[in-house]
DNA sequence: ACGGAATATATGAAAATTCATGTTTCTGGC
DNA sequence: GCCAGAAACATGAATTTTCATATATTCCGT
């Protein structure tokens, strides 16, 4: 027994919370994001068509903050489900610096098709994890976000970058 | 009260399990990702580290396995960190395929020191949920993820792209 | 009403990522 | 030993993503 993969005995990774979380998530989402592929959309429009049925006609800030994209990039991701007829840009009569987001009829019959889907998924994972592992586990999470995102803003994050010189972080262009 | 930011009722979003991974997942890692920049290392490049540290002289593909990251992705990766001096790339003489990866002494060193401070930020991170909100949080997602790869491997998804056939897949380079 | 500071988006160029496929090196029969 | 097929990496071209900044509006204080 254990000829392959390691007992991970002691090792870090395997055991390291950053991990733990990010495998998890990847592992949970690989199916479902595998169907969003099979319907011609890469992952980060099909966040922001499920994000567009909670929140219809933000702003492209908020729909960044919602559907955790950063700004430039949601613009380019926009711009082309706009071309695509999945979204329909407006800039916002009230202030005109912004822009706000819609779904098309096409968009939202996708979107609501795939959302049903998700939660259809949702359901199955869950359900695999009835025991207790599933559980609480939604609550947890929430909290988990809540609490770091609220000690985020109240706690911006120190600089020290060196501590002995040997790692200097390099400013974006220097060397090569 | 609730003017702001919904009070997230029967949002679909707020409450799905796999948004709710992912966000945890990015908000427990963005001040230690922020760090690892501060050393001049992008993310992919701090998860090599780390997983050397666990399995130094490991082959690409394993590699690949164990920081999730794509084979060819990482081929560029390690290639730059070669050329940097983190890494060394010798081919295993038992199979002239494999390319093994050790972390040089530079590497080395720069990696025991981020595994520390990972190690030191967790400890925070975990103290933060002392309570029992991280109590058992790292076993569930060990858990989770076992079961979730096991099934992987068992029940390699189904295919069912269309439905009513108004998604139709487009074949990567079809219509512009 | 004016100018400076904020906000909200858009853009451009450089760098990274993806996808499909090419190479090279094994493996297992025959 | 020889060959088809598999395995492990490397590559190239097309796309995406990133980062820094430009642009356009709105806000505010005076």
Redesign the interface.
């Known amino acids: 027994m254990s000829t392959k993969d ?1 007992d991970q005995q002691a ?22 994001h ?2 969003v ?4 959309l890469r992952v980060p429009e099909w966040r922001v068509l ?2 567009l ?3 219809d006609g933000s702003m492209v800030t908020e729909l960044a903050r ?1 559907a ?1 994209i950063e700004q430039s990039r949601l613009t380019k991701i926009i711009i082309q489900m706009d071309k695509r007829g999945l979204v329909s840009r407006r800039s916002d009569p009230e202030d005109g610096r912004r822009v706000r987001v819609f779904l098309t009829d ?1 968009g939202r ?2 979107a609501e ?1 795939l ?1 049903a889907d ?2 259809a998924n ?1 359901r199955d ?2 359900n ?2 009835r025991d207790n ?2 559980k609480e ?2 609550q ?6 809540e ?3 609220a ?2 803003v109240a706690r911006p ?1 120190p ?3 060196s ?1 002995t010189g ?5 400013s974006k262009k220097t060397e090569t």
Do not use: Q
């Open positions: 390691d090792l870090f990774v395997p055991n390291y919370l950053l991990y733990l979380l990010a495998a998890a998530s990847e592992a949970a989402s690989a199916r479902f595998a169907h592929r099979t319907h011609g499920a994000c049925t909670d929140w919602y955790m096409e019959t996708m098709r959302v998700a939660k949702e994972l869950l695999a994890f592992t599933g586990i939604k947890t999470l929430r909290t988990m976000i609490r770091l995102e000690e985020a994050a600089e020290e970058p501590r040997a790692g200097k972080a390099r």
